[in-house]
């Protein structure tokens, strides 16, 4: 409650850290869509207090409108959201709703009701092959000055993101012990909504990471994250970012060059090498293989595009 009790009603503040609750222990979220979800909720319970002079309480959200949720999106998009910010909040506010309406609280149609933006879907930009094997390759980043482990670990988690097509949040979710079961060739990885997929480790992969542990000064427990900050922490996602900015320079690689690019380039060169599509929805831990066919538009653009460049009638 404490985390809504500034924004809402009692009667509407205890529901809503329920609901939280709920998100994190029994539906599994992850930690970053549970600290989404509730910072879109705040927005919603701030607009709402502004608009009625005082803050909100449960009566207020039953008697909520389509056209009063309309009007939140409206006022967002006027700060400067995105479309798929205001979708995500659209989810976020649903999602309570469905809460609130299971609860036996207040009634949730309003909010199903609502029509969220249209988001016009862009093709993922994964990098050429050899770029992304540059970007693994601790020898891309020799001219910094950094300590060679730093350097040793950046490649070992740009090729777990390549090799194995993790999300950051995945790589940087590993513990110490994890890398004994990587010598073995494969690993489970625990994604979205708790689900456990089986990857893959190739000898490369493992490499970078046994050279990342022998250069590395911390000597962590098995229990503890496998990789570090320069304290000897865990790793933070930013650091990851800020190493592949670095390495953009570097390579000259264009801006769509990211961490999550390398998953792209993961599952697009599978395919263009013949992998079979249920396979590489599996390796990514997709739920639906529809958000895996996206890739095959990527590897038709750039067929398409090598035919325009090369055919002499193109």
Known sequence: MDAFAAHAAPDLATPAAAWIA?????????????????????????????REGRVPALAD????K???????????????????????????????ARHLSAQGLADASAFAATRGPR??????????????????????RAG??????????????MALLYGAGLRISEALSLRRADAERMAGGRLTITGKGGKARMVPILPQVGEAIASYLKACPWRVPPDGPLFVGARG??????????????????????????????RHSFAT??????????????????????????????DAARLMAAYKAAHPRA
């Open 22 to 50: 709920r998100l994190a222990h029994e539906r599994r979220a992850s930690p970053r869509t549970v600290e989404a979800y509730a910072r879109d909720l705040r927005q919603f319970l701030v607009y709402l207090a502004a």
């Open 61 to 64: 959200v039953a008697r909520l």
């Open 66 to 96: 389509p056209l009063d949720l309309r009007g939140f999106l409206a006022e967002r998009r006027k700060d400067g959201a995105g479309g798929r910010t205001l979708m995500r909040q659209l989810a976020a506010l649903r999602s309570f």
């Open 119 to 140: 988001i016009r879907k862009g093709l993922p930009k994964p990098l050429a092959p050899g770029a992304a094997r540059a970007v693994a390759d601790p020898a891309s």
């Open 144 to 157: 910094e000055a950094r300590d060679p482990w730093i350097l040793a670990r950046d490649a070992a988690v």
């Open 233 to 262: 922490g865990p790793l933070s996602p930013r650091i990851v970012q800020l190493a592949m900015e670095g390495l953009r320079g570097a390579l000259g690689l264009p801006e769509t060059a990211t961490p999550h690019a390398l």
């Open 269 to 298: 060169h599978l395919l263009a090498r013949g992998g079979d599509l249920r396979a590489i929805q599996e390796l990514l831990g997709h739920a639906s293989v529809s958000t895996t066919q996206i890739y095959t538009q990527v």
